[in-house]
């Protein structure tokens, strides 16, 4: 190989990394909308499920059919609490690669 050559490669490296670190600082940035998205919905859904059970129990005494509900929007917040959470964290296969997140 000559100089020429040698550079040329370089550059080229170069060019991909700086495409592969682009590609990750978006995905970084998509997991976060994505992270605080769920996040938001998870309280929603919680604040609306304390809602209904409160509302059921004050009209509708203890034969309510809101219950239910109540108790899938609870679960749905829990489940969602759970994927905020995951993708906060960073990954297991950064921390095996020697990466932060």
């Known amino acids: 190989m000559t100089q020429e050559e040698m550079e040329a490669e370089i550059?080229?490296?170069?060019?991909?990394?700086?495409?592969?670190?682009?590609?990750?600082?978006?995905g970084a940035?998509?997991?976060?909308?994505?992270e605080k998205v769920s996040r938001f919905m998870a309280v929603a859904f919680s604040i609306a499920a304390i809602a209904l059970v409160m509302t059921g129990?004050?009209?509708?005494?203890r034969s309510n059919p809101i219950f239910p509900f109540a108790l899938s929007l609870?679960?749905?917040s829990i489940s969602l609490g759970l994927l905020a959470?995951?993708?906060?964290?960073?990954?297991p296969l950064a921390a095996v690669d020697g990466q932060d997140g």
């Open 11 to 26: 550059m080229n490296l170069r060019a991909q990394l700086s495409r592969i670190e682009r590609e990750q600082q978006a």
């Open 85 to 91: 959470q995951a993708l906060r964290s960073p990954s």
């Open 74 to 76: 609870i679960l749905t």
């Open 57 to 61: 129990a004050i009209f509708l005494g």
């Open 29 to 34: 940035e998509h997991r976060l909308r994505l």
